[in-house]
Structures are given as C-alpha cells and as structure tokens.
C-alpha cells in the first residue's frame, strides 16, 4: 500500500493519538509536547502525519504564526523502523506544497544530536544559534528552508521573548528532584523550539516557598536551581497595595474561598507579577486557575497553564509587549528639545556600547544649529519624565535619524513601533524615499522591533525603502529596485499574481507600497461616524487627542459575526456610512492592513483585544448578532487619506471600471477599484 500524506484535521483522533503515541517514543530527542499541542496543531491545519495501512509511520508538526510568513517547525519525527525511506523529506515537501505562500520554514535542532547533515539533505541553511535552558544548557542550531518568495534583503530576527512568571509547583516541576505527577505539561515549557520564544521568570513570593520546603537536600537543589531564571525585584509597597486588592475582589468574586494563608500567597504571585510589569503567570494550581478572572480584572495578570503558554506564545507576548490601549487617557506630550537641555536628557536615556553620557550629550549639541534643520523631539509621559527621544532631518530623499532612544518605561516596546512607524509617515510626507537611523546606538526595544518594518543592516546603520507606488508588481519593482541600486543591495525581483502572504510582507517591508496585481484581496468596511471618530479621529473630536503619538498602529473593529469572504491578510477601505450631521460622512477616510478575522462569544474577543484598545466589553457585545457571537477584524498601519473620497466619487470611480458597489456591509472589492480609490485619497491636485 503506498504512503500517503494526510493534513490531519481535528476529528480525526486515532490519526492524533497515533502521532502522539509517536513522539513519545521518541520525547529525549523531540522534546516534550503535551497531547492539547497536538490537537490545538490540527485544529490550525498544521500536523502531517505519512500513513501507510493505517499506521502513522512519521509526522510534522508545526506553526502558522499570524504575524509571520514564516512556519515553525516543531517536530519532525519518523519511526525508527521506518527511516531510510525519504519520509522526513516527504514531510517536509509536504508542508512546502500545502503552504507555497510562506516565506520558508524555520527549526531548531540540538547541536549534540549531529543531524546537520540531515537538515542539510532537506535543503535547509544554518540560521544562527541560541542556547537553550534546559538542565544541560545545550546548543540548538537554527536551520531555515527558503520557499523561494522576495527576501526583502536582509530580514532581521524580531523574535521578542515572552517573559512568563512561574510559581513553585511549575518551579518544581522543572527543577525539582523529584518527579511531580505530570509535571510534562510544565516542562514542555523548556522544548526546544520555545528556546527563543519564551523567558522564565521567579517573583519572591517563590523564594519563600523554596525556603520553606522541609527537605535541606530539595531545597538546596531548587534554590541553587534558581540561576537559570530571570528575577525579578517588584516594590514591595506597591505588592503589598496591589495584594489588598486582589483580596478584597477574590473575597466578593469569590465567597465561598477562605482568606487563609493559602489564598493569600497564591494571590502574592499575581501581585508580584503585575508589580513587575509582566502580564503572564503560568501555574497548575487549581485555586489560582479559579481566581484567574480576578487576578486579570484587578492587576492586568493572565493566569494561565503552562500549555496555554506553548500553544498560544504569539499571543501572549504581542498583549505583553504592546499595549497601545494603555497610551489612551495619557497625558504624553512631544516638544522640541530647548539648547541647554541636553545634559539633562542624558540621565534618562541610558547608554551602551561606545557612547557613553557626555559623547551622547555633546552629539545632541551637535543637532542645534548649523546648515542642517535638524528637529530634536523629545516625548514625555503625564509626570513629565522623558521617554522618548529622536532626531531627524532630511536629507535629499533621504530621512536621516542620527538618534532615536526610548528610555526604561511599562510601554517601551509600544512606545518604539509606534515611532517607527511615526517615522515612516513623517518620510513619506516629506518626500524622502530612504530612512537611515544613523544613531549607533538606537535603544534595544527600537532596534528588535525595526525587523518588522523593513529596516534591514546597511553599513552599521538601520535602513528602509519608502516605495510610494500603487500599482502593479513591475511598478514596485521599478521605484524600489532603484532605491536598492543607490544603495549597492540587491533585491529579488517582484511578480504579479504573489500570494497574498508574501505581499503582505512587501507591502509592511516597503510601506506605504501597495502591490495590486497580488493575490491580496482587498475590502470596503461600512463604519459608522462613532466608531470612525474613536478608531481614527475622523470626523475630528471637539477636543484634541492628548496622545500625541496619534491613533495606535494597531486596532480592532468589531462587528456582526456573518462572514462575507472575509480573508486575511488583506487590505481594507474605510466607509464612513453616514455623518453626525446633515451633509457629512458618506466617505472614504482611509486605508489599513486586515491581520486577523476572528469569530467568538463577545467576552473572549474582548479579553482577547482588550489590549489594543478603544471599546469596553459593552461595546463588544453590542456587535454581537442573535447567535452570540461578534466578529474581530484586527487592522494595523491605517493612513488617512488627506482628501477623503466622497460617495459621488466613490461611485463614478467603480462606474469607470464597470463594478457595482455595496455600501450596507463589508464587501470584497477589486483591487483595481482600491487603487483607484487610494489614489484619489491621495491626490494632491
């Protein structure tokens, strides 16, 4: 009977549990992986099982990040009994061919193993390396499988680690001497491939708990154990206040629990992690797992299990490390730096590398005055404490950033995507078709984000096209393969008909180009004046937005749970559908990038988004329909048109073109009709 290679779908459980049966066989080399991990793969279409007579003969199971055009492998397994065959290339070609619109594949794999000689038989390429934290500390090389798609140059790793707190009953189950019952869940928190993913973290509340263990050889173990974590130091005043808190909702959440010892030092946890600034507590506790609305409602702090951590990585460190929904109701204020202050800023900003405080005060002089206009703007936040810092100028076409510096703050990683991309639309209107960051010493948090947003490494310096071309791929190409010249880089050439995958990444890399002939789609959203207002300050507030970094990059708009072809990624058109007067709305206000659709009860999409902003749980449940359930379009990078589109033109454009509009719901459009309409915005005569 021949092999046949089947993309195993959630129904199917012998096929799950024959995997699973599979890489337990194999758990010293694979790493653990808890049964949910398999069944949540396929429920994401992303375990390959190679089947002969009904048996499971080799396996892969991997991710489909939404955020990437990468795919993660995880595992790659074949019975031993079985290889030799061409399975594990078989697999591999499997997800290659299932998959074509990804950028490539990406593994690791212990160094000890010696199996580079297999990776490389598969067509993979080394990709660096990272150690890993398990007991051994042992070394996992990264391999890559290019599909062929743009590189965009050279794309940077932007892998921001998730920091998750533990407490002690996952602390033993990894640590511990002796063996928990099934402490596999926990310890899948150390496999392999969360290498980079992942950080642990211990809170003092764990400390105590070490100190107290009866046995001196297990606590002497554990507290020795407690070096391969990181920790963390919260103000106890501020634990004990936030520790008050949570007690008092558990006691009224809660009646039927005691206010013991007990209670009390579960709650120590989430305290010490909200204190600390983190948002992720993984435990197996059943009494913390029942206080888990609690501790998100009073301290902002996911109780989750250690395999909701692996499953569900991606997004729990994109609600931890970017919370734009914490810039609304702030008080940040952006001014030019006065001479005299630079000095002062040098506390602030803290250094590294070879610029040390009076290097970095005298580069700031250097910008005031001279031939050169530079602006000097610093950002601080309602106490007055600067945050923030850059530095610009122009250049020719080009937009230089000689600094660019975000101080220690809760929302530092917010605070520097959102000025990367204020970069970007601050190059794009001045004309500039090239951003260099000059700054040798940009601040981490602006420096890991930049790979999202193609800068790419370019003689010392972070460096990104801005292709202001809407149009078809040859169009791109021309305006974007000459910047690459100037630069002395290369480029793979642009095609029509890309899957919508890859020119989504073009689209971010490159922005604010827009590949037409893609397979991209792109849709018109009816939104009403409300939500357009809240969304993006379009019809204008009475009163200015105290954010001066403007709306986020990133949003949720909700609505009715019926599908109408919705697909992502995608791009999307906004509709103002009527004004808040006679004579307004009925517009076109705008453009974004669709990321995410997704379809749920309204409490789960709001704990879900809550993060990103705008709408309460009200709201939310507003939008739902007589089934329940509401509907997610996540949306990012939104430019406002300087001239919106009115209807009257709105409608001769699609006459023009012989399409019909539907203006009452969210309809897919032509892209055609989208440049059309994207270019009116834009038109400056």
Request: aromatic share 6%; proline share 5%; charged share 25%.
């Amino acid at each position: 009977m021949a092999i046949e290679l089947v993309s195993v779908l959630p129904a199917q459980d012998e096929l799950i549990d024959k995997a699973i049966a599979l890489g337990d066989r194999y758990t010293k080399t694979l790493g653990l992986l808890t049964p949910p991990a398999y069944r949540k793969a396929a429920e994401d279409g992303g375990l390959l099982v190679a089947v002969e007579a009904d048996e499971v003969l080799g396996y892969a199971l991997f991710g489909l990040p939404k955020r990437s055009a990468r795919i993660r492998l995880a595992h790659l397994c074949v019975a031993e009994e079985q290889r030799g065959r061409g399975l594990a290339r078989r697999l591999v070609e499997g997800i290659k061919e299932r998959h074509p619109q990804r950028l490539g594949i990406k593994a690791k794999c212990r160094r000890d193993y010696n199996l580079s000689g297999m990776w490389r038989s598969l067509g993979f390429v080394p990709d660096g390396e990272v150690r890993g934290r398990g007991r051994d500390g042992e070394i996992l090389d990264g391999w890559w499988l290019d599909l062929g798609h743009p590189d965009l140059f050279t794309e940077m790793e932007s892998d921001a680690l998730l920091v998750v707190t533990v407490d002690h009953g996952v602390f033993a189950d990894l640590r511990g001497l002796a063996d928990t019952a099934n402490a596999e869940e926990s310890r899948a928190l150390e496999a392999g491939w969360m290498a980079d993913l992942v950080e642990l973290a211990y809170t003092p509340q764990l400390v105590h708990e070490i100190r107290d263990l009866p046995d001196t050889a297990e606590r002497q173990h554990q507290r020795a154990s407690l070096t391969g974590f990181r920790k963390l130091s919260p103000d106890l005043g501020a634990v004990d206040q936030r520790s008050r808190e949570l007690l008092q909702a558990a006691a009224q959440a809660r009646p039927d629990l005691t206010a013991d010892a007990e209670l009390r030092s579960r709650l120590r946890y989430v305290a010490e992690t909200s204190c600390a600034g983190l948002q992720v507590l993984a435990t197996r506790d059943p009494l913390l797992s029942r206080l888990a609305d609690v501790a998100w409602e009073v301290a902002r702090v996911r109780v989750v299990s250690p395999s909701t951590v692996t499953l569900h990585v991606d997004e729990l460190r994109q609600a931890q490390v970017y919370r734009p929904a914490d810039l609304m109701g702030t008080e940040f204020r952006s001014g030019e730096v006065p001479p005299g202050a630079e000095d002062e800023l040098v506390a602030f900003f803290h250094q590294s590398g070879g610029d040390d405080g009076s290097g970095f005060a005298e580069r700031l002089r250097s910008l005031n005055g001279g031939e050169v206009a530079w602006r000097r703007e610093l950002l601080r936040d309602g106490q007055g404490h600067p945050v923030a810092l850059y530095a610009w100028a122009l250049d020719g076409r080009t937009l230089v950033v000689p600094v660019l510096r975000t101080a220690g703050h809760p929302l530092e990683q917010t605070l520097a995507r959102q000025l990367l991309f204020l970069i970007k639309r601050l190059g794009r209107d001045c004309g500039a078709e090239i951003i260099r960051i000059s700054d040798p010493h940009p601040s981490e948090a602006a420096r890991s984000a930049a790979g999202d947003d193609g800068f790419f490494e370019h003689d010392g310096r972070l460096v990104a096209l801005l292709v202001n071309v809407c149009g078809t791929a040859a169009e791109v190409e021309v305006v974007a393969g000459g910047l690459a010249r100037e630069l002395t880089v290369d480029t793979t050439a642009l095609r029509p008909g890309m899957p919508a995958e890859v020119a989504a990444v073009v689209e971010r890399a490159w922005w604010p180009a827009k590949v037409i002939d893609s397979e991209l789609p792109s849709f018109l959203v009816p939104i009403k004046p409300r939500w357009s207002t809240e969304l993006f300050n379009v019809p204008a507030m009475l009163l200015p937005r105290s954010d001066v970094l403007g709306i986020s990059r990133e949003h949720v708009y909700y609505r009715s749970s019926g599908h109408r072809g919705e697909s992502v990624p995608a791009r999307l058109l906004w509709y103002v559908s009527e004004g808040n007067s006679p004579g307004e709305g009925q517009m076109v206000v705008g453009s974004s990038r669709l990321d995410e659709v997704l379809v749920d009860t309204p409490d789960t999409l709001f704990s879900k988004f809550e993060h990103l902003g705008v709408y309460g749980r009200t709201e939310v449940q507003d939008a739902a329909d007589a089934s329940g359930r509401a509907m997610a379009l996540r949306f990012s990078d939104t430019e406002i048109f300087p001239k919106p589109v009115m209807l009257r033109r709105l409608t001769f454009l699609a006459k023009e073109l012989g399409l019909r509009l539907s203006l009452i719901s969210l309809s897919k459009i032509s892209n055609e009709l989208f440049q059309a309409v994207y270019q009116e915005g834009h038109r400056t005569t």
